[in-house]
């Protein structure tokens, strides 16, 4: 029974190993500024932790085998109550390794949410509501025009999706947009809104999580390194549609950017 | 420090409805509790295989159930999440095997009141017929999880099951609170008040330290639950604005204005964090209990046993806003909240320590219940080192609500408590019902459960890694998620073989409890007091008189003793007792 335990526990422990190390099933390729510093941090706790997980289980399935029960051929039991020196030593260790680990992590959250983002970057404005995401940018103005719950108007989707306010003058050239595009290797100054309940902006490949709340306007950013098309995915359980709840993000040149732009301000005229 | 007891002495009823149905015997209440959680654990675990079959199966056709909607899995989640939690989690170890062991264990006839203990089991019970009434209402059962984040669970047009069945699940959840609130007084109470001769806080087992701090926790975190709970009835209900701001429902503006769905999540993590270790620590005074008996030796570290719940207790009602880092709460905060979680961790690290330190230079008999506290173990180390990311502001930007988060709560909070469980009720079945398991179906069964739960739990931390979102329903509208398929069916072949698996427990369990050999008073040759009264115990626990202590509770492999173990009623053994 010993060696059944050592076994099977050894066994699961490898086999799971195995996979993190192969990494068969793994984080989608980074494609925005904070992605190798958020990756490396994830390196760095999942190969402390992979030590520590592998050692435990081995440790245990060795103990359970050598120590069991052999009858009259066993050894003599020791009769102890601790150590505390040992006692000690493992609190220490595992303090310093779990608050190292902490502080580690810290600058880079830092950087990525107590910094406002930097002038010059993109303003979107995200609304989320059940079940889609719509982008608004503030046109030639540079501001966001006024919108009005009472204008909210879902079915009929972009500008009145929002509840856009068309007497503001403001509001006369911001585009919004069920696919939201980002000029290449330029920060996007994002402010996050939700209408109805809690929705969660998911990039995965943008390395970028964050809820989106009704009654607050949050606000991010974030840097894209790579053109190319991402998807978005509802992180919070927002209802029966959240799974179906997703958009995307084309990042593009800035070139094409502005093309873009300057066709849909063209549309609205 | 101890006091004898002799004040709550009632007499043993003779009718049937008040020997078994509205019992005062704290015995009887246990085994109550322990049978409304095999209950609640068998539905639970009958939603969670639907579930499992939806994802995989988007148009399958059920028997009895018919096809699964999206909205409906919804509903499965949330209802599986709650019964688990509360009706499970909370219920089994602390309600079941506290109820009945914690009295016996530190030598007193009774909980401190019988009435109050007998009214929370029924309360426990009605909450319990009321979740499973939101079932059955118009709409169905809520939708909007176990966590049920405001305002998609304040409002009543936010979906389906939002109605009439969002009502009964709060109303459910209040009523468990009331309960659980009485029966923290009378777990409190019990311990200090009524300790045996000799029974000092540092001779207590290990169980009992982890279902008195369980019960201080319960106190201080039920409360906070049942007001929220209130105030999101009142949102519901009255039209307040606690939770809601002014929000737009399909084209509707909702008539609330200035409300805090932050709120919601500050108090529901308020209570919601230290529920985890409500659900856990019972399982570690069990694991403690068990390695030490069946390994023939002394609890390594006794002592920082004690002060490692105590701050893991402490500590965990310091720690809720890590669940909320990507929530819009301050991101300086996530700072303390990150740095306090981390912390939490180093006690729970010293557990798994002084566990593996008991085991050394032991001698090991494999009984079923001794299996069961070594998978409890390596479930404890697997689900607890997944901790330190999730507790990692950064790290919670590509792991929050994905399926690794499923994975880190489902492996420690889920499957290493229910081993406490299952070690419990392996253990301490002999005692209550007098009769032994079925050790061979008790081995086929720890390995099917072990192996199973490692099979399904293991890869989805690999889905999540790979930005699998935890609450979908179908993994068909996003494109990324394709090549995660193979690995969720795997998943769910898994849950089927382990859900099987169970139904041999079940067998065995019923089985052994009418026709299993008669057990003997101390089948497992351990020191704590319940193994020193009769087989099961008389109604007043010792048979008119109160044990004296003599020693600490893990007195085993004395050297110079006459046999490997010395029960703590035993004549004193001098200096080597605590």
């Known amino acids: ?269 | 420090m101890a006091t004898t007891s002799h004040v709550h002495a009632h007499a043993a009823p003779q009718g049937f409805i008040r020997k078994y149905i509205f019992s005062l015997d704290h015995k009887v209440i246990g085994i109550q509790y322990f049978f409304l959680a095999l209950t609640a654990v068998f539905v639970g675990m009958f939603l969670s295989l639907l579930m499992r079959v939806h994802m995989i199966w988007p148009t399958a056709v059920l028997p009895l159930v018919g096809e699964i909607k999206p909205e409906t899995y919804l509903s499965l989640l949330t209802m599986h999440g709650t019964i688990m939690v509360f009706f499970v989690l909370t219920t089994a170890p602390q309600g079941g095997f506290g109820n009945y062991f914690l009295p016996i264990q530190i030598g007193a006839p009774d909980m401190a009141f019988p009435v109050l203990n007998m009214l929370s089991f029924w309360t426990t019970f009605v909450g319990f017929v009321v979740i499973i009434a939101a079932f059955f209402v118009t709409g169905g059962a809520p939708l909007h999880g176990w966590t049920g984040y405001a305002p998609l669970s304040a409002l009543t047009n936010s979906g389906p099951g939002e109605q009439l069945g969002a009502d009964l699940w709060i109303t459910s959840i209040a009523i468990f609170c009331l309960a659980s609130l009485m029966g923290a007084l009378n777990f409190i109470t019990t311990t200090l008040d009524l300790r045996a001769k000799g029974m000092t806080l540092m001779r207590m087992p290990l169980t009992v330290w982890s279902w008195f701090i369980t019960a201080i926790l319960g106190l201080l975190a039920f409360g906070v639950l049942l007001s929220a709970g209130i105030l999101l009835l009142l949102d519901r209900n009255l039209g307040t604005s606690f939770y809601v701001p002014l929000v737009v429902v399909n084209g509707q503006v909702m008539g609330h204005k200035g409300g805090s769905p932050l709120l919601w999540q500050h108090l529901f993590w308020f209570f919601g964090h230290p529920e985890v270790y409500i659900a856990i620590l019972p399982g570690m005074g069990v694991a403690s209990q068990l390695l030490s008996t069946f390994s023939r030796k002394p609890i390594f570290g006794y002592k920082a046993m004690v002060y490692a719940m105590m701050s893991i207790g402490f500590l965990g009602f310091m720690v809720w806003g890590h669940h909320m880092f990507m929530s819009g709460m301050s991101p300086y905060s996530a700072f303390a909240f990150s740095l306090m979680t981390m912390c939490i961790g180093v006690p729970s690290a010293i557990k798994t320590f002084n566990w593996l330190g008991t085991i050394y230079k032991g001698r090991v008999r494999f009984h079923t219940p001794m299996l069961f506290a070594i998978g409890f173990v390596s479930l404890f180390v697997s689900g607890g080192l997944s901790g330190p990311f999730l507790a990692q502001p950064v790290l919670d930007i590509p792991l929050h609500d994905t399926a690794f988060v499923v994975a880190h709560f489902h492996l420690i909070m889920g499957v290493a408590a229910i081993f406490g469980i299952f070690a419990a009720t392996y253990y301490w079945v002999p005692k209550m019902f007098g009769r032994m398991m079925n050790e061979t179906w008790g081995k086929v069964h720890f390995f099917i459960t072990l192996i199973g739960t490692y099979c399904i739990f293991m890869p989805m931390h690999y889905l999540g890694l790979a930005a699998q979102p935890r609450r979908y329903s179908q993994f068909t509208e996003l494109a990324y998620l394709q090549h995660l398929l193979p690995l969720n069916r795997f998943i769910t072949y898994m849950a089927m073989v382990t859900i099987a698996g169970q139904f041999i427990f079940l067998v065995n369990l019923f089985w052994s409890i009418f026709r299993g050999p008669k057990a003997s008073d101390n089948p497992w040759e351990a020191t704590t007091l319940e193994w020193t009264t009769a087989t099961p115990p008389p109604h007043d626990n010792f048979g008119g008189h109160t044990p004296v202590v003599n020693n600490g509770p893990y007195e085993y492999s004395v050297p110079g003793a006459p046999r490997d173990y010395i029960m703590q009623n035993d004549p004193g053994m001098g200096t080597a007792a605590h």
């Open chain 1, 1 to 269: 029974m010993g060696l059944a335990l050592l076994a099977i526990i050894w066994l699961i422990t490898f086999v799971s190993t195995y996979f993190f190390i192969a990494q068969t099933w793994w984080l989608p390729a980074g494609m925005s500024a904070a992605a190798p510093a958020i990756d490396r941090q994830f390196t760095n706790t999942f190969v402390s932790m992979g030590i520590v997980f592998v050692l435990a289980q081995c440790a245990l399935g060795y103990v359970v085998w050598k120590y069991r029960d052999r009858g009259q051929a066993s050894e003599k039991v020791d009769y102890s109550h601790g150590n505390l020196k040992l006692e000690l030593v493992w609190t220490t260790l595992t303090a310093v390794l779990f608050i190292g680990l902490n502080l580690m992590g810290s600058t880079i959250w830092a950087a990525e949410r107590f910094a406002p983002a930097e002038s010059g970057a993109v303003p979107v404005e995200v609304t989320g509501m059940q079940f889609a995401w719509y982008f608004r940018y503030p046109g030639l103005d540079g501001k966001f025009g006024a919108t009005n719950p009472k204008l909210i108007d879902p079915s009929s989707g972009n500008e009145a999706a929002i509840g856009l306010d068309t007497n503001d003058p403001a509001s006369k050239d911001d585009v919004v947009t069920g696919t939201m595009y980002l000029p290449v290797n330029r920060q996007v100054d994002l402010t996050l809104r939700a209408i109805d309940v809690i929705h969660s902006f998911f990039v995965p490949s943008m390395r970028f999580k964050q809820d989106a709340v009704p009654g607050l306007a949050i606000h991010m950013h974030f840097t894209p390194t790579q053109v190319g098309d991402y998807e978005i995915a509802c992180a919070e359980l927002c209802g029966l549609g959240h799974y179906k709840m997703h958009g995307m993000l084309k990042v593009v040149s800035q070139e094409d950017f502005d093309k873009w732009l300057a066709t849909r301000e063209a549309e609205k005229q």
